[in-house]
């Protein structure tokens, strides 16, 4: 079965070479343009470009699938490519450009999506990142038959993953993982005519928008649990910061002491050592074990401390 590929950072990587080691046909790979990257700023191919020129696969870059938009000659160009390599299914993982109809069409199979979910919950952007954030105990993966809306086709495979306390940065390896290995089940049942799609509920759907720059700054009213949730959820973009004077500093590990009642305003340090950072919340103490200053590394307290003086009574700025 020849299988076309559409996506564009580790995630989708992951499964690209999955569907090739699988022994599938790939006769033709999209990705984003390459992109500035870098303290140079040069120009830089995305992993999955880098995969596919690694295993001689051809590869499109478009700015645009729109044969109506801003660049339809882009669009047109990318069309006569899909059309020549005459996939019988098309497989997206965080593309990051809009399938309009036509490339939902294009494929006698359609297309399927690697989305990291249990859908309905968290259409969108960000999932991983938002399902960290809300306190879910549960995410997975679904592959999902895609259609015109935003992540609301039918369900092909559903598998479900405990976060636990993991980062971003370890969910995502986690579910990449997973995906690869669904979406090589979903093209073998593929194949087989035994994909049995099933519609979304329509109750519980959620939408994970994108993660901004800004979101990064710790409002330290909140609860000590929520903002280690987001601490965890922001690692390793934005990275979660809190700035102290003139200074911004990164935390990237941190425990949460609900039932340790600070008494001082939320911000306060509490006490500062080897073992940690505590620091007066909205709701209990929040305890970080993992810091970084800037244009410094990220350090366990004790050796960040060395570096960078704080003392109990400082206040990190709501």
């Known amino acids: 079965m020849r299988v076309a590929f559409a996506g564009t950072p580790e995630f989708a990587r992951s ?24 303290r140079g700023m040069k120009l830089q191919a995305s992993p999955v470009k880098q995969c596919a020129l690694a295993n001689g696969w051809p590869v499109a870059q478009p700015r645009s699938l729109r044969l109506d938009g801003k660049y339809p000659e882009d669009a047109a160009a990318a069309r006569e490519a899909l059309l020549a390599a005459r996939p019988d299914v098309m497989v997206v993982a965080a593309y990051g450009l809009i399938l309009p109809q036509w490339v939902l069409d294009l494929p006698r199979l359609g297309c399927l999506n690697i989305h990291a979910s249990l859908l309905p919950r968290w259409r969108g952007a960000a999932p991983i990142q938002r399902a960290i954030e809300a306190g879910d105990s549960h995410t997975g993966v679904t592959i999902m038959q895609m259609d015109a809306g935003l992540d609301t086709g ?95 500093v990164k935390l990237w590990r941190a425990t949460a002491l609900p039932d340790a009642d600070a008494g001082a305003p939320p911000g306060t340090v509490l006490q500062a050592g080897g073992e940690g950072v505590r620091i007066a919340t909205g709701a209990g103490q929040l305890r970080v074990t993992e810091l970084q200053r800037a244009g410094g590394k990220r350090l366990p307290a004790g050796d960040f401390l060395r570096g960078f003086e704080l003392k109990p009574g400082q206040i990190f700025e709501a």
Do not use: N
């Not at 499964?15 to 090739?20: H, K």
């Not at 971003?168 to 005519?193: K, T």
């Not at 903002?227 to 910061?241: H, K, V």
């Open 15 to 38: 499964a690209l070479q999955a569907i090739a080691d699988a022994g599938f046909d790939i006769p033709l790979v999209l990705t984003q343009p390459d992109r500035p990257a870098g």
């Open 154 to 248: 039918d369900m092909l495979l559903v598998e479900s993953l405990a976060i636990g306390d993991d980062s971003c940065a370890r969910l995502h390896d986690r579910l990449a993982e997973q995906g690869a290995r669904l979406v090589v089940q979903a093209l073998h049942a593929a194949e087989a005519g035994t994909l049995a799609p099933l519609p979304q509920p329509a109750e519980g759907v959620s939408y994970a928008h994108k993660i901004e720059k800004a979101e990064s700054r710790i409002d330290w009213t909140l609860p000590a649990a929520q903002i280690e949730r987001r601490i965890r959820a922001f690692d390793p973009f934005p990275g979660a910061t809190g700035q102290i004077g003139a200074e911004t």
